[in-house]
Structure formats: structure tokens, C-alpha cells
Nanobody, 126 residues
Framework: QVQLVESGGGLVQVGGSLRLSCTAS????????IAWFRQVPGAGRLFVAV????????YYAESVKGRFTISKDNAKNTVYLQMNSLKFDDTAVYFC???????????????????WGQGTQVTVSS
């Protein structure tokens, strides 16, 4: 059974930066496709970024391109989401999600991920 634990959320000012971490246990991160989603109250989870099993392919939501970077450290079994130039609209609960399948065109769909973390709150303020 794969478990994912997110950390790194918090309160940050507009224009600031945060780095989220997602640490996997139960399976090597090198065998997992790992993504970040985010959710605001009353809405569904939205895709943010994904990293292929090899770490060589990444995709981002248009709203975060050029500001967010997803990366991994297989030695630590951890995937990171570096968030720069944060905006008010980035405020959300951020979830880490993983699946053992290879990266396919449906990478942004919530139902294509088997494992989920508990989420970490990111709040962007003025």
C-alpha cells in the first residue's frame, strides 16, 4: 500500500514562494507517476502538475506554467512542487496523487490516480 504525505504548506504573501513536498512510502517513487492537484472550498480538485515515472516528462496547468516546477528526488522518495510568484488565486489545499501507470494523455484526471495524500493548505495573502 502506497502512502503519500505532503508538507510545506503555509501562509505566504503575494509574489512569494513556497516549496511543497510529497514523500511516498510503500513503493519507490521511481515507479510512480506523481501529480499535484489543488482544491478550493466548494469546487473539485484541479490538476496542477505531473511528473512521469522516470522524471523526464512534466506537464503543467496553464495557470501555473512558468511559475511552478515539479521535480523529484528518488533517493528521498520525494516529489517537490516549487511555487514562485504566488498569486491570490493559488490559495487552495494542495494534494499529492500517485499512480503506478505510465504517463498518458489523461494525466489531469482525478480518477486516474489511485493514491492520495491528506493535503496541505497554501494561503496567499496581501
Amino acid at each position: 500500500q502506497v502512502q503519500l504525505v505532503e508538507s510545506g504548506g503555509g501562509l505566504v504573501q503575494v509574489g512569494g514562494s513556497l516549496r511543497l513536498s510529497c514523500t511516498a512510502s510503500g513503493r519507490a517513487s521511481s515507479t510512480l507517476r506523481i501529480a499535484w492537484f489543488r482544491q478550493v472550498p466548494g469546487a473539485g480538485r484541479l490538476f496542477v502538475a505531473v511528473l512521469s515515472r522516470s522524471g523526464g516528462i512534466t506537464y503543467y496547468a496553464e495557470s501555473v506554467k512558468g511559475r511552478f516546477t515539479i521535480s523529484k528526488d528518488n533517493a528521498k522518495n520525494t516529489v517537490y512542487l516549487q511555487m514562485n510568484s504566488l498569486k491570490f488565486d493559488d490559495t487552495a489545499v494542495y494534494f499529492c496523487a500517485a499512480d503506478a501507470s505510465y504517463l498518458t494523455r489523461d494525466y489531469s484526471r482525478v480518477d486516474k490516480y489511485e493514491y492520495w495524500g491528506q493535503g496541505t493548505q497554501v494561503t496567499v495573502s496581501s
